[in-house]
């Protein structure tokens, strides 16, 4: 069947990502914006912050169980049909949590969304990498991580203006419009023959039922017992049976995987030494850097008596320089390769961070400022360049469970790195004779001294997480040029033995 005639047009890839940018940019500004509204919402129900939580717990543990399932679903049967469901979920969910009269309402209608969350973001990716030409993959991923960091750093800014306005309910009920005209775009612009998959229908295979059960049985007692383990100690026999059960849902997953015909994550895919490295990499990576944006609010506010709207606009200098560098780093791994760009990023992250662990109870705004764009501008320019290598040793028939695992990857190191970053400064202030709990203004001798001993531990190991992703990298690559070399000059041989007039001149 031929293309529609919009998707002949010159400029299509871009209408295709300003389509794909409302599906990025509307999950990231919903999670800021309803975060910043749970306090307001816990005072509304007289709940305490232990219950409220769930609203967005709930939420982050459902869309990372189901985004393995829902890449391979795409992958089955189609992004376009998938992509537009993920939002019509999305929307119809959130709005009816707007309505709730419970706080349990609002928590089950939010883990719901986290359905059509996993359908938008299992495809977004895998569209646009379908739709840009190899040689602007870069470029097309970059400007992804521009969206995602606008709605990162915008989310907080809107919901709070909303609830300050209109009351809580406004940051459920802002979604529709957005969502509306997503739809509408998508129905227009997707082209279903340009995003198909190589191969046709009967190459799709079916969905794997045991392998979606097994994968999301395992991601969701990973991510209780990561989330609990803090709170219940992680000797705790609740948090041990969490992480072991996981642990052996994800050796079933495996061995399931590999015996099935119609896998749900073809392991063939692992294959490429890209491919097997490159999101582990960006595991390590995220497991370093989730410790910024969970620590620094209560650094500078507990610590530095910063009020929330100042260290909001302090953090600004994070997202900023992430989504500058991240469309940078995209367009020039397009024209100069992704290697020098994945290996730059995580040094410069890196040391971003190494000088966070210099912090202390009397650090100036100007270091705190520098240390935190200079983490920003690594990370953004390894994120680009690392998706990009990595959806690039992808085959087209798999980017939508590719695109999935990548941010799969990177839900699991953040939730890992929350998780030890809590562990370290609680253990730290316990041995200095201090609860978890921050006393603002106290000083290098209270407890907010003990919070900033913690943090620059956090931080120095993440330091060292990152020049250890640093090493794999440099080594990776190096043995994949030594392997495409090695391939070379075998098919040089193979040529020159089999033509007869440069066997007659040896």
Known sequence: MPSSPISQKSDYKWLVFATVAMGSLLPSLDFGSVNIALPTIGDEFGKSITTVQWVTLGYVVVLSTMLLPMGRLSDVYGRKKVYILGFAVFASTSTLAGFSPSLWGIIGLKAASGVGTAMVMANGIAILTTTFPASERGKAVG?????????????????????????????????????????????????????????????????????????????????????????????????????????????????????????????????????????????????????????????????????PGQAGLIMIANVGCTAVTGAMGGWLSDRYGQRRFITAGAAISGAGLFMMSRFSVDSGLGLIVSALALQGCGMGMFVSSNQSAVLGATAASKLGVASAYINLTRNLAQNTGVALATAVVAGTMASMGFEAKLEPGSGAQGAAGAFTEGLTRVYLVSACIFAAAVALTVMVWRQERGTREGDVAKQQMSESGSNPASGAAG
């Open 143 to 307: 400007s992804h991580m521009v969206i995602l960091a606008v709605g990162t750093a915008m989310g907080p800014v809107i919901g709070g203006a909303l609830v300050e306005a209109f009351g809580w309910r406004s940051v459920f009920f802002v979604n529709l419009p957005i969502a509306v005209a997503g739809i509408a775009a998508a129905l227009a612009l997707l082209d279903t023959d340009r995003l198909s998959m190589q191969g046709g229908a009967e190459h799709r295979g079916r969905l794997d039922g045991l392998g979606a059960a097994l994968s999301g049985g395992a991601v969701l007692s990973i991510l209780l017992g990561l989330g609990n383990g803090p709170r219940a100690g992680w000797a705790s026999s609740e948090i041990v049976a969490a992480l072991a059960i996981g642990t052996g849902l994800t050796g079933a997953f495996v061995w399931w995987e590999r015996r099935t015909a119609s896998p749900m994550l073809d392991l063939s895919i692992f294959q490429s030494r890209i491919f097997s490295v490159g999101p582990l990499t960006s595991f390590v990576c995220y497991v370093g850097a989730a410790s910024v944006w969970f620590l620094m609010p209560f650094y500078l506010q507990g610590a530095l008596g910063y009020s």
